[in-house]
Protein backbone atom coordinates (compact mmCIF):
# COMPACT_ATOMS: atom_id res chain seq x y z
CA UNK A 1 0.00 0.00 0.00
CA UNK A 2 2.62 2.28 0.83
CA UNK A 3 4.12 2.39 -2.56
CA UNK A 4 7.11 4.26 -1.98
CA UNK A 5 10.29 4.29 0.63
CA UNK A 6 9.27 7.77 1.25
CA UNK A 7 5.55 7.22 2.16
CA UNK A 8 6.23 4.66 4.46
CA UNK A 9 9.32 7.05 5.88
CA UNK A 10 6.91 9.96 6.17
CA UNK A 11 4.18 8.14 8.27
CA UNK A 12 6.80 6.83 10.92
CA UNK A 13 8.52 10.72 11.18
CA UNK A 14 5.27 11.81 11.80
CA UNK A 15 4.15 9.50 14.67
CA UNK A 16 8.09 9.72 16.07
CA UNK A 17 7.55 13.41 17.53
CA UNK A 18 4.62 12.50 19.68
CA UNK A 19 6.18 8.84 20.47
CA UNK A 20 9.22 10.25 21.93
CA UNK A 21 7.46 12.97 24.19
CA UNK A 22 5.01 10.77 25.29
CA UNK A 23 8.44 8.88 26.33
CA UNK A 24 9.22 12.12 28.30
CA UNK A 25 6.25 11.53 30.21
CA UNK A 26 7.09 8.35 31.11
CA UNK A 27 10.23 8.98 32.14
CA UNK A 28 9.14 12.20 34.30
CA UNK A 29 6.88 9.56 36.43
CA UNK A 30 9.33 6.78 37.05
CA UNK A 31 11.82 9.38 38.01
CA UNK A 32 9.64 11.23 40.29
CA UNK A 33 9.14 7.25 41.36
CA UNK A 34 12.82 6.68 41.93
CA UNK A 35 13.26 9.60 43.47
CA UNK A 36 11.00 9.20 46.18
CA UNK A 37 12.38 5.69 46.58
CA UNK A 38 16.25 8.10 46.88
CA UNK A 39 17.58 5.50 45.23
CA UNK A 40 20.12 8.19 43.58
CA UNK A 41 19.44 7.00 40.12
CA UNK A 42 19.21 8.64 36.97
CA UNK A 43 16.84 6.50 34.58
CA UNK A 44 18.49 4.53 31.98
CA UNK A 45 17.66 1.65 29.93
CA UNK A 46 18.45 -1.46 32.23
CA UNK A 47 15.44 0.57 34.89
CA UNK A 48 12.91 1.28 32.19
CA UNK A 49 10.96 -2.16 32.56
CA UNK A 50 11.82 -2.56 36.01
CA UNK A 51 10.28 0.88 36.97
CA UNK A 52 7.42 0.46 34.21
CA UNK A 53 6.05 -2.03 35.52
CA UNK A 54 6.14 -0.53 39.20
CA UNK A 55 3.60 2.66 37.78
CA UNK A 56 1.99 0.05 35.81
CA UNK A 57 1.38 -1.84 39.46
CA UNK A 58 0.39 1.59 41.13
CA UNK A 59 -1.72 2.84 38.26
CA UNK A 60 -3.10 0.12 35.87
CA UNK A 61 -3.86 -2.92 37.74
CA UNK A 62 -5.77 -5.20 36.52
CA UNK A 63 -6.65 -8.38 38.14
CA UNK A 64 -6.37 -11.31 35.37
CA UNK A 65 -8.12 -13.97 36.95
CA UNK A 66 -11.09 -11.89 37.80
CA UNK A 67 -10.89 -10.28 34.01
CA UNK A 68 -11.12 -14.20 32.69
CA UNK A 69 -14.55 -15.03 34.55
CA UNK A 70 -15.97 -13.39 31.76
CA UNK A 71 -14.04 -14.84 28.47
CA UNK A 72 -15.95 -18.15 28.08
CA UNK A 73 -14.18 -19.23 25.07
CA UNK A 74 -17.56 -20.95 23.99
CA UNK A 75 -19.19 -17.51 24.23
CA UNK A 76 -16.11 -15.48 22.47
CA UNK A 77 -16.78 -17.68 19.70
CA UNK A 78 -20.47 -17.05 19.16
CA UNK A 79 -19.43 -13.00 19.47
CA UNK A 80 -17.04 -13.37 16.86
CA UNK A 81 -20.29 -14.97 14.52
CA UNK A 82 -22.49 -12.56 15.93
CA UNK A 83 -19.84 -9.66 14.18
CA UNK A 84 -18.95 -11.33 11.36
CA UNK A 85 -22.99 -12.06 10.67
CA UNK A 86 -23.30 -7.95 11.55
CA UNK A 87 -21.16 -6.85 9.37
CA UNK A 88 -20.11 -9.53 6.61
CA UNK A 89 -23.56 -10.91 6.69
CA UNK A 90 -21.42 -14.34 7.09
CA UNK A 91 -23.87 -16.71 9.05
CA UNK A 92 -21.54 -20.06 10.44
CA UNK A 93 -23.37 -22.96 11.12
CA UNK A 94 -21.68 -25.92 13.11
CA UNK A 95 -21.05 -28.87 10.46
CA UNK A 96 -21.83 -32.34 12.68
CA UNK A 97 -18.86 -34.26 13.72
CA UNK A 98 -17.98 -36.94 10.78
CA UNK A 99 -18.86 -34.79 7.42
CA UNK A 100 -16.11 -33.27 6.94
CA UNK A 101 -12.52 -34.65 7.57
CA UNK A 102 -10.67 -33.30 10.04
CA UNK A 103 -6.94 -34.25 11.47
CA UNK A 104 -7.88 -33.93 15.09
CA UNK A 105 -10.81 -34.69 16.88
CA UNK A 106 -10.93 -30.91 18.91
CA UNK A 107 -11.01 -29.45 15.21
CA UNK A 108 -14.50 -27.87 14.76
CA UNK A 109 -15.76 -27.25 11.58
CA UNK A 110 -18.39 -24.39 10.65
CA UNK A 111 -19.79 -23.76 7.30
CA UNK A 112 -19.82 -20.36 6.20
CA UNK A 113 -23.07 -19.10 4.06
CA UNK A 114 -24.45 -15.53 2.90
CA UNK A 115 -26.96 -14.85 5.47
CA UNK A 116 -29.13 -13.06 2.27
CA UNK A 117 -28.69 -15.23 -0.28
CA UNK A 118 -28.21 -18.60 0.89
CA UNK A 119 -25.25 -18.77 -0.97
CA UNK A 120 -22.60 -20.82 0.47
CA UNK A 121 -18.98 -18.78 1.12
CA UNK A 122 -16.63 -21.61 2.69
CA UNK A 123 -15.75 -23.74 5.84
CA UNK A 124 -14.15 -22.26 8.23
CA UNK A 125 -11.89 -24.88 10.91
CA UNK A 126 -10.93 -23.91 14.40
CA UNK A 127 -8.36 -25.60 16.42
CA UNK A 128 -8.62 -24.25 19.89
CA UNK A 129 -6.88 -26.31 22.03
CA UNK A 130 -2.74 -26.96 22.39
CA UNK A 131 -1.81 -30.62 22.12
CA UNK A 132 1.71 -32.53 22.17
CA UNK A 133 3.80 -31.48 18.89
CA UNK A 134 0.80 -28.49 17.82
CA UNK A 135 2.67 -25.71 16.79
CA UNK A 136 2.62 -22.68 20.00
CA UNK A 137 0.83 -19.45 18.89
CA UNK A 138 -2.37 -18.50 17.41
CA UNK A 139 -2.69 -18.33 13.57
CA UNK A 140 -4.86 -18.00 11.44
CA UNK A 141 -4.32 -19.63 7.57
CA UNK A 142 -5.99 -21.30 4.58
CA UNK A 143 -5.96 -24.68 3.43
CA UNK A 144 -7.20 -23.74 0.23
CA UNK A 145 -7.97 -20.04 -0.63
CA UNK A 146 -10.51 -18.77 -3.06
CA UNK A 147 -10.37 -18.24 -6.82
CA UNK A 148 -12.90 -18.25 -9.84
CA UNK A 149 -10.32 -18.79 -12.61
CA UNK A 150 -11.37 -22.26 -13.87
CA UNK A 151 -15.01 -22.35 -11.76
CA UNK A 152 -15.54 -21.15 -8.34
CA UNK A 153 -13.25 -22.28 -5.96
CA UNK A 154 -14.39 -22.06 -2.09
CA UNK A 155 -12.10 -21.11 0.93
CA UNK A 156 -11.15 -23.82 3.44
CA UNK A 157 -10.01 -21.39 6.06
CA UNK A 158 -8.75 -22.09 9.74
CA UNK A 159 -8.09 -20.23 12.66
CA UNK A 160 -5.28 -22.26 15.66
CA UNK A 161 -4.88 -21.65 19.33
CA UNK A 162 -2.99 -22.92 22.06
CA UNK A 163 -5.60 -22.98 24.78
CA UNK A 164 -5.83 -25.42 27.74
CA UNK A 165 -8.92 -27.51 27.61
CA UNK A 166 -10.00 -27.88 30.79
CA UNK A 167 -12.47 -30.26 32.78
CA UNK A 168 -14.68 -31.45 30.43
CA UNK A 169 -18.10 -29.99 30.33
CA UNK A 170 -16.49 -26.75 32.09
CA UNK A 171 -16.19 -23.68 30.38
CA UNK A 172 -12.67 -22.96 28.79
CA UNK A 173 -11.90 -19.60 30.47
CA UNK A 174 -9.29 -17.68 28.49
CA UNK A 175 -7.06 -14.25 28.94
CA UNK A 176 -7.45 -10.71 27.93
CA UNK A 177 -5.11 -10.97 25.55
CA UNK A 178 -5.77 -14.45 24.05
CA UNK A 179 -9.51 -12.76 23.59
CA UNK A 180 -8.12 -10.23 21.46
CA UNK A 181 -5.92 -12.59 19.84
CA UNK A 182 -8.99 -15.08 19.07
CA UNK A 183 -10.42 -12.09 17.23
CA UNK A 184 -7.50 -10.52 15.46
CA UNK A 185 -7.06 -14.20 14.13
CA UNK A 186 -10.40 -14.25 13.14
CA UNK A 187 -10.34 -11.02 11.26
CA UNK A 188 -7.53 -12.51 8.85
CA UNK A 189 -9.95 -15.58 8.44
CA UNK A 190 -13.02 -13.29 7.37
CA UNK A 191 -10.14 -11.37 5.22
CA UNK A 192 -9.78 -15.06 3.63
CA UNK A 193 -13.50 -15.68 3.28
CA UNK A 194 -14.03 -12.83 1.65
CA UNK A 195 -12.36 -12.91 -1.29
CA UNK A 196 -13.72 -12.20 -4.78
CA UNK A 197 -10.11 -12.74 -6.96
CA UNK A 198 -10.19 -14.43 -10.11
CA UNK A 199 -6.40 -15.15 -10.10
CA UNK A 200 -4.86 -17.46 -7.49
CA UNK A 201 -2.16 -15.79 -7.62
CA UNK A 202 -4.16 -12.18 -6.26
CA UNK A 203 -5.01 -13.92 -3.04
CA UNK A 204 -1.32 -13.42 -1.19
CA UNK A 205 -2.21 -9.79 0.38
CA UNK A 206 0.36 -7.35 0.83
CA UNK A 207 1.52 -7.30 4.90
CA UNK A 208 0.88 -3.37 5.02
CA UNK A 209 -2.79 -4.51 4.15
CA UNK A 210 -3.13 -7.71 5.61
CA UNK A 211 -2.95 -6.75 9.27
CA UNK A 212 -5.35 -3.89 8.37
CA UNK A 213 -8.24 -6.66 8.86
CA UNK A 214 -6.97 -8.36 11.75
CA UNK A 215 -5.91 -5.23 13.77
CA UNK A 216 -9.19 -3.87 13.10
CA UNK A 217 -11.59 -6.97 13.77
CA UNK A 218 -9.56 -6.54 17.64
CA UNK A 219 -12.23 -3.21 18.14
CA UNK A 220 -15.26 -5.29 18.09
CA UNK A 221 -14.25 -7.40 21.32
CA UNK A 222 -14.90 -3.77 23.30
CA UNK A 223 -18.12 -2.90 21.34
CA UNK A 224 -21.30 -3.00 23.96
CA UNK A 225 -23.03 -5.31 21.77
CA UNK A 226 -20.26 -8.03 22.38
CA UNK A 227 -19.26 -6.88 25.99
CA UNK A 228 -22.98 -6.98 27.70
CA UNK A 229 -24.09 -9.98 25.37
CA UNK A 230 -21.27 -12.08 25.53
CA UNK A 231 -18.88 -11.44 28.36
CA UNK A 232 -20.60 -13.00 30.72
CA UNK A 233 -19.66 -13.95 34.58
CA UNK A 234 -18.94 -17.64 34.20
CA UNK A 235 -20.70 -18.34 37.56
CA UNK A 236 -23.62 -15.54 38.17
CA UNK A 237 -24.24 -14.77 34.03
CA UNK A 238 -23.75 -10.58 35.16
CA UNK A 239 -21.96 -8.86 32.35
CA UNK A 240 -18.75 -6.87 32.51
CA UNK A 241 -18.75 -3.92 34.97
CA UNK A 242 -18.39 -0.30 33.71
CA UNK A 243 -15.50 -0.11 36.13
CA UNK A 244 -13.72 -2.86 34.74
CA UNK A 245 -14.47 -1.31 31.28
CA UNK A 246 -12.46 1.58 32.02
CA UNK A 247 -9.72 -0.18 34.05
CA UNK A 248 -9.23 -2.55 30.04
CA UNK A 249 -9.29 0.90 27.75
CA UNK A 250 -7.12 2.28 30.36
CA UNK A 251 -4.38 -0.59 30.29
CA UNK A 252 -4.24 -0.36 26.68
CA UNK A 253 -2.40 3.42 26.88
CA UNK A 254 0.31 2.24 29.48
CA UNK A 255 3.88 2.11 28.32
CA UNK A 256 2.74 3.07 24.70
CA UNK A 257 5.78 5.68 24.65
CA UNK A 258 8.15 3.40 25.25
CA UNK A 259 6.68 0.66 22.91
CA UNK A 260 6.00 3.05 20.03
CA UNK A 261 9.52 4.51 20.04
CA UNK A 262 11.47 1.10 20.59
CA UNK A 263 9.32 0.08 17.49
CA UNK A 264 9.66 3.10 15.24
CA UNK A 265 13.60 3.24 15.53
CA UNK A 266 13.16 -0.08 14.11
CA UNK A 267 11.22 0.59 11.63
CA UNK A 268 13.02 3.72 10.34
CA UNK A 269 16.30 2.49 10.56
CA UNK A 270 14.96 -0.38 7.99
CA UNK A 271 13.91 1.61 5.83
CA UNK A 272 17.03 4.09 6.26
CA UNK A 273 19.43 0.87 5.03
CA UNK A 274 17.58 0.09 2.17
CA UNK A 275 17.51 3.00 0.84
CA UNK A 276 21.01 3.94 1.51
CA UNK A 277 24.31 3.10 -0.68
CA UNK A 278 25.58 -0.41 1.04
CA UNK A 279 29.02 -0.45 0.02
CA UNK A 280 31.62 0.61 2.19
CA UNK A 281 28.60 0.74 4.93
CA UNK A 282 29.61 0.12 8.79
CA UNK A 283 26.11 -0.70 10.56
CA UNK A 284 27.98 0.19 14.01
CA UNK A 285 28.42 4.05 12.85
CA UNK A 286 25.55 3.92 10.50
CA UNK A 287 22.71 2.84 13.24
CA UNK A 288 24.74 5.31 15.78
CA UNK A 289 24.14 8.72 13.24
CA UNK A 290 20.30 7.53 12.42
CA UNK A 291 19.60 7.71 15.87
CA UNK A 292 21.16 10.71 16.45
CA UNK A 293 19.16 12.29 13.61
CA UNK A 294 16.12 11.73 15.45
CA UNK A 295 17.24 12.71 19.06
CA UNK A 296 16.59 8.95 20.07
CA UNK A 297 15.33 9.53 23.67
CA UNK A 298 18.83 7.89 26.26
CA UNK A 299 16.34 5.94 28.25
CA UNK A 300 15.56 3.68 25.45
CA UNK A 301 17.18 1.44 23.30
CA UNK A 302 15.37 0.21 19.85
CA UNK A 303 13.51 -2.30 19.67
CA UNK A 304 16.39 -5.12 17.64
CA UNK A 305 19.28 -3.35 16.93
CA UNK A 306 21.20 -3.82 13.66
CA UNK A 307 22.66 -7.45 14.53
CA UNK A 308 19.80 -9.25 15.32
CA UNK A 309 17.05 -7.60 13.35
CA UNK A 310 15.91 -10.20 11.31
CA UNK A 311 13.23 -8.11 9.18
CA UNK A 312 16.37 -6.02 7.66
CA UNK A 313 17.59 -8.42 5.00
CA UNK A 314 15.80 -11.53 5.86
CA UNK A 315 13.75 -11.96 2.26
CA UNK A 316 11.55 -10.47 -0.40
CA UNK A 317 8.89 -10.17 2.09
CA UNK A 318 10.27 -8.67 5.28
CA UNK A 319 13.29 -6.68 4.21
CA UNK A 320 12.04 -2.70 4.19
CA UNK A 321 8.61 -4.09 5.77
CA UNK A 322 8.99 -3.50 9.81
CA UNK A 323 7.48 -0.26 9.31
CA UNK A 324 4.31 -2.12 7.92
CA UNK A 325 2.99 -3.22 11.67
CA UNK A 326 1.55 0.61 12.55
CA UNK A 327 1.11 1.90 8.91
CA UNK A 328 -2.11 -1.31 9.07
CA UNK A 329 -2.59 0.16 12.85
CA UNK A 330 -2.79 3.72 11.75
CA UNK A 331 -5.41 2.87 8.78
CA UNK A 332 -7.11 0.62 11.21
CA UNK A 333 -7.19 3.79 13.98
CA UNK A 334 -8.64 5.50 11.46
CA UNK A 335 -11.78 3.11 9.91
CA UNK A 336 -12.29 2.46 13.84
CA UNK A 337 -12.85 5.76 14.54
CA UNK A 338 -15.07 6.42 11.11
CA UNK A 339 -17.29 3.04 12.62
CA UNK A 340 -17.35 5.29 16.27
CA UNK A 341 -18.48 8.14 14.63
CA UNK A 342 -20.85 6.35 11.99
CA UNK A 343 -24.79 6.69 13.03
CA UNK A 344 -24.94 3.06 14.07
CA UNK A 345 -21.51 2.94 15.63
CA UNK A 346 -19.41 -0.26 14.91
CA UNK A 347 -22.59 -2.19 13.79
CA UNK A 348 -23.59 0.74 10.84
CA UNK A 349 -24.64 -1.37 7.31
CA UNK A 350 -23.45 1.61 5.10
CA UNK A 351 -19.87 2.04 6.86
CA UNK A 352 -19.59 -1.76 6.80
CA UNK A 353 -20.28 -2.35 3.21
CA UNK A 354 -17.13 -0.02 2.51
CA UNK A 355 -15.28 -2.57 4.47
CA UNK A 356 -16.18 -5.27 2.25
CA UNK A 357 -18.10 -5.91 -0.58
CA UNK A 358 -20.94 -8.41 0.42
CA UNK A 359 -22.48 -10.26 -1.98
CA UNK A 360 -26.06 -8.42 -1.76
CA UNK A 361 -24.33 -5.06 -2.90
CA UNK A 362 -23.50 -6.55 -6.05
CA UNK A 363 -21.01 -9.46 -5.65
CA UNK A 364 -21.98 -12.28 -7.68
ZN1 LIG B 1 -2.15 -10.73 12.15
Not at 76 to 94: G, K, P, W
Not at 239 to 245: A, D, N, P, R, V
Not at 328 to 344: G, K, L, M
Request: glycine share 4%.
Amino acid sequence: MAKTPERALRLLKKLWPVAIARVEEEVAQMQSLADAEAVGIKIAPWDYRYYAEKIRKAKYALDSDELKQYLQLDKLIAAMHFVASELFNFEFTLVPKGQVPVFHEDVKVWAVTNKKSGNFVGLWYLDPFARPGKHSGAWAMEYRSHESFDGEVKSLVSNNCNFIKGTPGQPVLISWSDAKTLFHEFGHALHYLSSNVVYPTLNEGRPDYTEFQSQLLERWLLTSKVTQRYLLHVKTGESLSKELLAKIVNVAKFNQGFETTEYLASAIVDLLYHTSPLSGLDPDSFEREALNTLSMPDEIVMRYRSPHFRHIFTGEDYSAGYYSYIWADVIAADAAAAFAEAPSGYYDRELSKKLVKREFDGKK
